[in-house]
């Protein structure tokens, strides 16, 4: 008869648990662990029992607010994290020795703030850790989706608040939205914050439709009941519009990792907004099925910068 393994012996199916267990940190609750990888939330947690068994400690404090990480359970998450890493390492260093002469490229198409802003901290960590190569597009968010679901590329990363039906996703990080004017512009000297009712009948410098920025902030408008005004002007790219609202064109709202060098500067003047919940996520899409080392050592990674950039 085989004996019950030792406490503290991990196998290679517990690999799972293992990342079971660092989402169910990052979510605060085993049922949004359980949705990011396409498990019951039964399921989920007798994987997460079954890890704690095997190492002899109570990782997760459950309440009815969520799971939240016991003392051990800390510690275990740290060691985690380089484990998980080292996998995705090994898991590149194998695919190099393979016979084939060609390394065909990891495709991926990202949004137009994901690329300029996030994408070259993602791909500085994926060549760190020994990556192969990677074939960038660019596009806004319904763009990307759809070149994911035709197949032309492998991971998409979106900024929009729509869901794809037939695509798989998760987040990997996220920005905040933030109206920003010329400093000659009036609403520069508010000494008041706008108000949800304010940004929905003026005219503003937008992205086009199928933006995630535009989609973020109609989004948000949405939420408080208001609709957004006919745009002064649709612009296809963050740097039109940021050189429009410096030229006091008018205002216009963009993400805050896009401005920050002119709001630093004084070229671009932060408008506060009361009321409005201008925060989004950064989600990675792909086609069900389509998970490979790659791709989930990228998405991995780029989790991991946005934490470090958080």
Same mark, same amino acid.
């Given at each position: =008869? ?21 989402? $169910?940190?990052?979510? @605060? ?7 990011? *990888?396409? #498990? ?15 190492? /002899?400690?109570?990782?997760? &404090? &459950? ?17 985690? *994290? ?26 991926? =198409?990202?949004?137009? $703030? ?9 791909? *500085?960590?994926?060549? !760190? ?16 989706? &759809?070149?994911?679901?035709? /197949?032309? %590329?492998?991971?998409?990363? %979106? ?19 933030? %109206? ?18 304010? #940004? ?13 920025? &535009? ?13 957004? !005004? ?17 030229? @006091?064109?008018?205002?216009? %709202? ?57």
């Amino acid at each position: =008869m085989t004996s019950a393994p030792t406490p503290g012996t991990l196998r290679v199916d517990d690999l799972v648990g293992l990342e079971l267990f660092i989402d $169910t940190i990052r979510f @605060g609750s085993i049922s949004a662990a359980a949705r990011q *990888h396409h #498990l019951s939330q039964p399921s989920a947690t007798e994987r997460l029992r079954q890890l704690e068994r095997r190492l /002899g400690v109570a990782l997760l &404090r &459950r309440g009815p607010g969520g799971s939240a990480p016991t003392e051990e359970g800390h510690a275990v998450a740290e060691w985690a *994290h380089d484990v998980l890493a080292s996998i995705d390492r090994l898991a590149v260093g194998v695919a190099a020795l393979r016979t084939d002469a060609v390394r065909h490229p990891l495709r991926i =198409m990202a949004s137009l $703030t994901v690329a300029e802003y996030a994408l070259p901290d993602w791909l *500085h960590a994926h060549r !760190a850790t020994g990556g192969g190569p990677v074939e960038l597009a660019v596009g806004n968010s319904v763009a990307v989706a &759809r070149t994911v679901a035709d /197949g032309d %590329v492998v991971l998409g990363f %979106v900024e929009t608040p729509r869901r794809f039906p037939g695509l798989s996703s998760t987040v990997v990080g996220g920005d905040t939205l933030t %109206v920003v004017v010329s400093p000659d512009h009036p609403w520069a000297r508010r000494r008041r914050a706008l108000a949800p009712v304010d #940004l929905a009948s003026t005219p503003l410098l937008l992205r086009e439709q199928g933006s995630g920025t &535009r989609d973020a902030f109609e989004a948000a408008l949405a939420a408080v009941g208001h609709t957004v !005004a006919e745009p002064l002007a649709v612009l296809a790219s963050t740097t039109t519009l940021k050189t429009a609202a410096m030229a @006091g064109d008018g205002p216009s %709202v963009l993400s805050e990792l896009a401005v920050a060098g002119e709001l630093a500067s004084g070229r671009l003047v932060a408008v506060p907004v009361a009321g409005l919940d201008l925060r989004r996520e950064f989600r990675a899409l792909w086609r069900p099925g389509a998970t490979g080392h790659d791709v989930r050592g990228f998405v991995r990674l780029a989790r991991q910068a946005e934490a470090r950039r958080g």
